[in-house]
């Protein structure tokens, strides 16, 4: 019976510790993706809006007519391995999967997102234009 009530306070314990961790893998509001990009970036935004909506850009430079041009990059990598063997006699007659080997996989996936915008000099948005590719 001591065991169980350790076992459940134990439970508890780890559970409201594990709360606050959760709350914490929720998105951030300056994450830059192109969901973001084609639904929420739109033409006659301020400077301060697209700042809150991306974060800061990764390069900004002047134009000719006494604005900016800020591009935001983003590149990310997903890997992803696999391996699977066998439970039973196969057509080598071996029993189980260990002895005749199995079988690996791994595939990776880049993506790049880059975003250019313009601003006029009142720091309002004047056009932008995206590019996503994966490979």
Known sequence: MRNFIVVVFLSIFITNCAI????????????????KVQSQLTKGMSA????SLFGSPNLVTSTK???ESWTYDKI??????SSRSGMGAGSSGNFFGFLTGGKAKSSR???N????I?????????DF???SVKY
């Open 65 to 67: 007519d006494g604005g």
């Open 76 to 81: 990310s990598q997903e890997s992803e391995a």
């Open 109 to 111: 996936e880049s993506k």
């Open 118 to 126: 313009k601003f006029d000099s009142n720091d309002t948005v004047t």
């Open 113 to 116: 997102l880059t975003l250019m």
């Open 20 to 35: 606050p961790m959760s709350n914490r893998a929720v998105a951030d509001s300056n994450d830059f993706t192109l969901g």
């Open 48 to 51: 301060a809006e697209v700042v």
């Open 129 to 131: 234009k995206y590019q």
